[in-house]
Structures are given as C-alpha cells and as structure tokens.
C-alpha cells in the first residue's frame, strides 16, 4: 500500500491509501483508475489490477473514509464531493489522461468524475468510462435501501450492523453474489481487514445521508456524458443496483455497450474474474466505438 498526503481544508494532513501495478516506466501507458464501492476498498480489484497491468498502468485508491485510507469527521462524501477529490488525487499522480471504472457506488462517482471533466472544471481528462453495476436513479431497491439507512429509524439498525460487521458480513457479503459457491477463499478476511481503523459508521453514515439528494444531482448530470464511451457491466442476479436499471441508463449513453454476465450477481470482478477482465481489455483496447 502506497500514501498520497493531501492537506484537507483544516489544514490537516491526510493521506490516501492507494495501489499501483503497471509500467511506471519507460514508453508511456495509458492510465487505468478503478473506483471501489461502499463498503468496499483497492481489495476489490485483486483479480483486476494483475490482468490489467500488462495494458495500462492501474490505479486502485481506498478513497477516503475507507480501506486504509485516512476517515475524517466532517468532509464532504456526496457523489460530487468525492468525485472531485478522485479528481485532485488524480492530478497528484501527475495524470493529465485516464481511463475509469467504478463499480457500485463508485460507478457513480465515475460519472460525476466524468462530468467534471467534460463540462471543464478539472485539469485532468477522462477518455473511456467502465461502469459496473454502477448506482442509478432507475434502480427502486437503491432508492430507499440506502435513505433508509441514514433515516433517524435506520441509523441505529446501521450502526448496529457496523459494529458487529465482523460477524453479520458473511451473510451480507454472500447475498452480493449470485452463486455463493463461488466467494473466493480470503474474502471475508480482507474485507473485513479494515474494521480495525474506526471511524466506519459515520464514514458510512455520511454517505447514505445524502443519497436521494445524489441521486437527482447525478440524474441531472447525465446529459453531459453523452459523448464519452462507455461500458457497462452487470451481473444478471445482481440484487443490490438491478440490471433492469441499465435499459433507462443507457440512454443517456449512445456511444455505450452493455455486457451481462448471466448467473452473477453484484460483483462480477469476483465471481467471474476471467470472463470480466477479457471484455474489460477488450473495451479498453479496442478503437472506435464499443460494439
């Protein structure tokens, strides 16, 4: 795990955990960002970055509040807030050009990231976006689960659920895939890893706090992504964002393709690692539009 310190607007220094695997050197590459979700951090890419490597140096950041990322009180953690601090991260690795992917929650945050870049208000530029079951406004079940979870009734029943997350995460976890089976051995131990550091419920807290407002800021944002290619994964059991919620997002994407992996759930990166990295690399390698 490497460190990026940036100063936040108190003045205090934090520090950015994040993982980089790839040619550094030599012939330049292009850069490749992978965005993790709630509740998830650069552990989610272990499957990625190592196909990846060979075709792009690959970036996998624990964004702030999680992983081993630094988790202070007080920032903002809306969609846009954390876009525009992947954004600044960015530029601090000296990348002025880059390829997205983000699933979950952060395939939100990639669009927003995207639209930032595209309406001229970052120095950096994002050429192909990857969005993985990313959170949408078309999607019923995330619209109230998560509002839910910052209600003044939820609240509670979340921060019960973090504090004991070591023991209630196997079966959360195992809901996330479409065939339980297939968990690969390890996981529940490194995602779990970071309970260790507190702070994970108000990180949590925050960001499920203003999610209906996210969501209707990001349904707003999507006519600007209308000239970006883009690829979107999905699992067919996905029980967390509905791949039915794809159709009514693609709209706003022409230049888009969707790939549904028949069988798999949320998280395809782990359930079918080969059949997700080959159409990854292939959209990431391929010229023109996808097709």
């Not at 959170?135 to 921060?159: C, E, I, K, M, T």
């Not at 529940?188 to 260790?196: D, H, I, N, R």
């Amino acid at each position: 795990m490497r460190y990026l310190r940036t100063k936040s607007p108190s003045s205090d220094e934090l520090r950015t955990g994040f993982l980089a695997e790839g040619a550094r050197n030599g012939p330049p590459q292009r850069a490749l960002i992978l965005v993790h979700g709630l509740l998830g951090y650069s552990f989610s890419w272990r499957y990625t970055m190592p196909a990846l490597a060979p075709y792009a140096t690959v970036y996998a950041p624990d964004m702030l509040g999680a992983g081993f990322s630094d988790r202070p009180s007080g920032i903002d953690h809306s969609m846009l807030g954390t876009a525009q601090r992947l954004l600044r991260f960015i530029a601090q690795l000296g990348i002025e050009s880059f390829d997205l992917v983000g699933t979950s929650r952060g395939g939100a945050v990639a669009m927003m990231a995207a639209a930032e870049c595209l309406s001229g208000h970052s120095a950096v530029q994002v050429k192909r976006l990857v969005l993985v079951a990313p959170v949408n406004p078309y999607s019923a079940h995330g619209r109230w689960l998560a509002p839910f979870a910052g209600s003044d009734f939820g609240a509670p029943l979340f921060r019960f659920g973090t504090v004991y997350m070591s023991f209630l995460y196997p079966f959360f976890h195992a809901r996330l895939y479409g065939d339980r089976r297939r968990i690969p051995p390890g996981t529940l131990e490194g995602y779990t890893a970071p309970l260790v550091k507190p702070g994970l419920f108000e990180h949590a807290l925050s960001i499920v706090s203003t999610w209906t407002e996210d969501l209707r800021e990001l349904e707003s944002t999507l006519p600007k992504l209308a000239s970006i290619p883009t690829l979107f994964m999905w699992g067919s059991h996905d029980t967390a964002v509905y791949a039915s919620s794809a159709k009514e997002l693609a709209k706003y994407f022409p230049h888009s393709k969707l790939i549904v992996f028949p069988g798999i759930g949320h998280l395809p990166y782990e359930e079918c690692p080969d059949e997700f990295n080959r159409a990854l690399i292939d959209f990431l390698t391929r010229e023109g539009p996808p097709g």
